[in-house]
C-alpha cells in the first residue's frame, strides 16, 4: 500500500511518499481503508520528536481518519466489513490503510462524507468537551476563543455559539477572522493589529466568562487579564510553539480558575453526554468542520508544513482516496 513515512525525526519535508506492507489487525483490532485523513499540529511536534511521546521511526504519522472496515479482528464485536467510520490513533492516519482498536472507531452518521468525518473528531471533541465540561459554557456566557481560526478554534467558536454564547474571536488574519464570523462569533480581533489586551476590553467591557487556548504564547494572558471575576480559562494547547508564563497574582487578585482540559479528567457520565450531542450536531448537519485546504497522499509533508505555519483556516485535510 501506499503511504506517507517519517523515516526520520525533522521538519515536514522528512515526510515522503513511499510504498510499505499493509498492516493486519490483530483479535481486538480492525483494519480500515483510509479514504481522508486530517493533519493536526501534534502531528508536525511528532514527526520532529517534539511531542510529550516519542514513537522511533520509521513510522507513518497522522492521527485522524475515516473510510471503511475492510478487516475485522476475532475478539471485536459491533463493526462488520462495509462500515463506514471514523477514528483517531498516535500515528498510521496517513496510508491507504490504518489498523486502530475497535475502541477508537466511531460509525459515521448517514449523510455526512468521509472528509468531513476524518475533520471532525479530534477538534470538535476537544472544543465540545472543553466548552462544555471544563470551562462550563452556558446558555447567555461570553467566551473569547484564541487561535479561532485554525481546527480546534474555529470548532470552538461553533460550538460556543450552538451552546448559546457570544464569542470573541481572536485570530491573525481576515481569512481566519471571516471563517470565525462565519461559524456565529460576534466580535473579531486581529491580534496582530495593535494591543490585544486593549482591543479585549473594548470587546468585553465587563469580562468574558471563559477563555479557550489552544495556542499559549502572547495571546494567553492578556486574555487571562479580561476574564470577569470567577471567570474560567482552559488551556488545550500551544500552537505558538510557547508555554505561556502567567503571573499568579493575576489568578489571586481577580478569583479566575485556570483549568488544564484533557479528556482523560472529564467524567464519565459528562464524556458520555457530550459524545452523544456532539455526534448528534454532526448528524443533523448543525455542525460541519471547515475543511480550508485538501492535499493528495504524496504531498502529505505540504500538508504538514501547511499546518505547521499557522496558515491553516479550519482543518487541513489529505485525501487518500484521489491517491
Same mark, same amino acid.
Not at 461553533?158 to 456565529?184: F, I, W
Not at 475543511?291 to 505547521?308: K, N, S
Given at each position: ?147 479561532? %481560526? !485554525?481546527?480546534?478554534?474555529?470548532? &470552538?467558536? #461553533? @460550538?460556543?455559539?450552538?451552546? /448559546?454564547?457570544? $464569542? +470573541? ?46 495556542? %499559549? !504564547?502572547?495571546?494567553?494572558?492578556? &486574555?487571562? #487579564? @479580561?476574564?470577569?471575576?470567577? /471567570?474560567?480559562? $482552559? +488551556? ?88
Amino acid at each position: 500500500m501506499r503511504a506517507a513515512v517519517c523515516a526520520e525525526y525533522g521538519p515536514p519535508e522528512v515526510v515522503r511518499p513511499t510504498t510499505v506492507a499493509s498492516p493486519r489487525a490483530d483479535a481486538d483490532q480492525v483494519r480500515v481503508r483510509v479514504v481522508a485523513a486530517a493533519v493536526n499540529y501534534p502531528d508536525v511536534l511528532l514527526i520532529a520528536d517534539r511531542y510529550q511521546i516519542s514513537v522511533p521511526p520509521p513510522f507513518v504519522p497522522g492521527s485522524e481518519f475515516a473510510g471503511t472496515v475492510i478487516e475485522v479482528g476475532a475478539r471485536v464485536h459491533g463493526f462488520a466489513v462495509g462500515d463506514r467510520v471514523c477514528g483517531s490513533g498516535m500515528h498510521g492516519a496517513f496510508a491507504e490503510e490504518v489498523v486502530v482498536g475497535a475502541g477508537a472507531l466511531v460509525r459515521i452518521p448517514d449523510g455526512v462524507d468521509a472528509r468531513s468525518a476524518a475533520a471532525f473528531g479530534v477538534a470538535h471533541r476537544t472544543a465540545y468537551h472543553a466548552l462544555r465540561s471544563a470551562a462550563r459554557v452556558g446558555d447567555g456566557d461570553s467566551v473569547i476563543v484564541l487561535g479561532a %481560526g !485554525g481546527g480546534v478554534g474555529l470548532a &470552538a467558536v #461553533r @460550538c460556543a455559539t450552538l451552546l /448559546g454564547a457570544r $464569542v +470573541t474571536a481572536v485570530a491573525s488574519s481576515a481569512e481566519k477572522l471571516a471563517a470565525a464570523r462565519d461559524h456565529g462569533a460576534t466580535t473579531l480581533v486581529d491580534h496582530l493589529a495593535g494591543d490585544l489586551r486593549a482591543a479585549l476590553r473594548e470587546a468585553v467591557p465587563h469580562g468574558a466568562n471563559a477563555v479557550l487556548d489552544p495556542v %499559549g !504564547g502572547d495571546l494567553s494572558e492578556p &486574555a487571562l #487579564r @479580561c476574564l470577569a471575576r470567577g /471567570g474560567r480559562f $482552559v +488551556t488545550i494547547g500551544y500552537a505558538s510553539g510557547r508555554i505561556p508564563e502567567i503571573p499568579l497574582n493575576l489568578v489571586l487578585v481577580k478569583g479566575v480558575h485556570i483549568l488544564g482540559f484533557q479528556f482523560r479528567d472529564v467524567d464519565p457520565a459528562e464524556f458520555r453526554r457530550n459524545e452523544e450531542e456532539l455526534w448528534a450536531l454532526l448528524a443533523s448537519n448543525r455542525l460541519r468542520p471547515h475543511i480550508g485546504a485538501t492535499y493528495p497522499l504524496d504531498e502529505a509533508a505540504a500538508a504538514l508544513r501547511h499546518v505547521a505555519e499557522g496558515r491553516a483556516v479550519g482543518k487541513v485535510v489529505i485525501d487518500i482516496a484521489e491517491t
